[in-house]
C-alpha cells in the first residue's frame, strides 16, 4: 500500500523568509580583498606567540563567565562610555542591530535610516516584520533635513538608525543636522541608534554629545564593533547606552553569545591599543594618498570625501571596471545596483600603501 504524501515540510518556514536572499560571502581566495573595509595588518610576530599562549590555556570546556564583564569594563573606559551608561556585547554589531530591532517589533511599527545605507538595517527589519523607512539622501550622500525630519513625524518610528559615518558613502553628516534629528526622534517617543562602525577612521564620534548632554541623548544608542579596529573576524559589537534601555535589549540576548575565545582576544586586544591606534593612523595617512591618486586618475569621474576606510568613487561603467578589476586578482564592491543614487559608483577599501598600489593599478587597466 502506498503512504500518503506528506505536506511538504518548507511550507511551515515563513513565504517571505522563502523569497529571501541569504548574505553571500563568496571565496576570496587568490584575490587581493579590497571589498570588505577590513583592517589589513596583523598581529606582529610576538603578539601573535603572547595572544595563542593566552588563547590556549583558556577553560574552554566550561562557559564564559566573569571575564564578559571585564570585557564590558574595558570597552566602556576605551570608549569613555558616559557616566551611568551601559553596555551589551555582541556577536559582531550586526547581532545588536538584530536585537534592538526585535526588542520593538511590535505591529505596524516602523523603522527608520537613510539610504543609501547599511544593507542590514532593512534586513533585519524584515526579518522581524517591521516596516523599513528609507529616506534619500541627497546627490552628494548629505542628510536631507527636511525629508527626515518630515518622515519622522510621519511614520514615528521606533527606532532611527544613523550610520556615523555612513556605509557605503563614507559620509560623516554635520552634527547640527544630526543632532536636530535626533531632537526629532525624542519628540516621538523614539529611538536612535548611531552606528559608530568606522569610528577609528572619523574625525569625531557622538559619545561626546552623550557624554555632554546625556538627557538630551536619553534615547541614543551608541554602536560600536572591533571589526574595523582590526578584529573582524573576532565578532566583536559592543552598544553603549542608558541602562533602562539596554537592561531590556539584554532580555533578548542569546546566552554565552560571546566566546570565551572571542571575549579574550577582544581583551588582548584594547591591552594592546596603541598597535591598533598605530594602525589606524597609517590607514588615514593613506587614504589621503588615496583619495589625491584617485583624482588624478583619467576615468574616474567623482571621488567622495571619506570619514572611513573606504572611499565611494564613480566611473563610467562600473560593472565593467568591477568585473576588469576581478580579472586582475582584486576584489572591490560594485554598489550600483544598491540604490539609483550609487549609479556607476565602486567602493574601494583603504588599504596599505602597497594594496593600494595594486588596487589602482588594477582599476586604471580597467576603467
Known amino acids: 500500500m502506498t503512504p500518503p504524501t506528506a505536506p511538504d515540510p518548507l511550507q511551515r518556514i515563513r513565504p517571505d523568509v522563502r523569497a529571501m536572499r541569504a548574505y553571500p560571502i563568496p571565496d576570496a581566495t587568490g584575490y587581493l580583498k579590497m571589498d570588505a573595509m577590513e583592517n589589513p595588518f596583523g598581529l606582529p610576530p610576538a603578539l601573535q606567540a603572547a595572544l595563542g599562549q593566552r588563547l590556549g590555556a583558556l577553560e574552554i570546556n566550561r562557559y564564559p563567565g566573569a571575564r564578559q564583564?571585564?570585557?564590558?569594563?574595558?570597552?566602556?573606559?576605551?570608549?569613555?562610555?558616559?557616566?551611568?551608561?551601559?553596555?551589551?556585547?555582541?556577536?559582531?554589531?550586526?547581532?545588536l542591530i538584530s536585537l534592538v530591532q526585535m526588542a520593538?517589533?511590535?505591529?505596524?511599527?516602523?523603522?527608520?535610516?537613510?539610504?543609501?545605507?547599511?544593507?542590514?538595517?532593512?534586513?533585519?527589519?524584515?526579518?522581524?516584520?517591521?516596516?523599513?523607512?528609507g529616506v534619500e539622501l541627497d546627490g552628494e550622500f548629505q542628510l536631507r533635513e527636511q525629508a527626515m525630519l518630515d518622515a519622522i513625524a510621519a511614520h514615528r518610528p521606533a527606532v532611527t538608525f544613523l550610520a556615523y559615518p555612513n556605509n557605503p558613502t563614507a559620509t560623516l553628516w554635520d552634527e547640527g543636522v544630526v543632532q536636530r534629528i535626533v531632537d526629532a526622534a525624542a519628540a516621538q517617543g523614539g529611538i536612535v541608534v548611531m552606528d559608530e562602525a568606522y569610528q577609528p577612521f572619523a574625525s569625531r564620534s557622538?559619545?561626546?554629545?552623550?557624554?555632554?548632554?546625556?538627557?538630551?541623548?536619553?534615547?541614543?544608542?551608541?554602536?560600536?564593533?572591533?571589526?574595523?579596529?582590526?578584529?573582524?573576524?573576532?565578532?566583536?559589537g559592543y552598544l553603549i547606552g542608558p541602562a533602562a534601555l539596554v537592561h531590556e535589549i539584554d532580555k533578548l540576548r542569546p546566552p554565552y553569545n560571546v566566546s570565551v575565545l572571542n571575549c579574550e582576544a577582544a581583551l588582548f586586544a584594547l591591552e594592546h591599543a596603541g598597535v591598533f591606534a598605530a594602525q589606524a593612523a597609517e590607514l588615514r595617512a593613506a587614504r589621503a594618498e588615496l583619495l589625491a591618486a584617485l583624482r588624478a586618475l583619467p576615468g574616474v569621474l567623482k571621488v567622495w570625501d571619506s570619514e572611513a576606510n573606504m572611499v565611494l568613487v564613480r566611473v563610467r561603467?562600473?560593472?565593467?571596471?568591477?568585473?576588469?578589476?576581478?580579472?586582475?586578482?582584486?576584489?572591490?564592491?560594485?554598489?550600483?545596483?544598491?540604490?539609483?543614487?550609487?549609479?556607476?559608483?565602486?567602493?574601494l577599501t583603504v588599504g596599505s600603501a602597497a594594496d593600494n598600489a595594486q588596487m589602482l593599478a588594477a582599476l586604471q587597466a580597467s576603467l
Open 104 to 133: 520593538c517589533a511590535q505591529p505596524g511599527v516602523a523603522v527608520l535610516a537613510p539610504v543609501p545605507g547599511f544593507v542590514y538595517y532593512a534586513m533585519a527589519a524584515q526579518q522581524h516584520g517591521l516596516r523599513y523607512v
Open 317 to 347: 561603467d562600473s560593472a565593467s571596471a568591477h568585473a576588469g578589476m576581478a580579472a586582475r586578482k582584486v576584489l572591490v564592491k560594485n554598489v550600483s545596483t544598491m540604490h539609483p543614487l550609487l549609479a556607476n559608483c565602486l567602493r
Open 206 to 236: 557622538w559619545i561626546a554629545r552623550m557624554r555632554a548632554e546625556p538627557v538630551r541623548n536619553g534615547h541614543v544608542l551608541l554602536l560600536r564593533t572591533l571589526s574595523k579596529f582590526g578584529l573582524a573576524g573576532v565578532r566583536l
Open 69 to 95: 564583564g571585564d570585557l564590558r569594563a574595558a570597552l566602556a573606559a576605551h570608549a569613555g562610555a558616559p557616566q551611568g551608561s551601559a553596555l551589551l556585547l555582541g556577536n559582531g554589531s550586526d547581532e
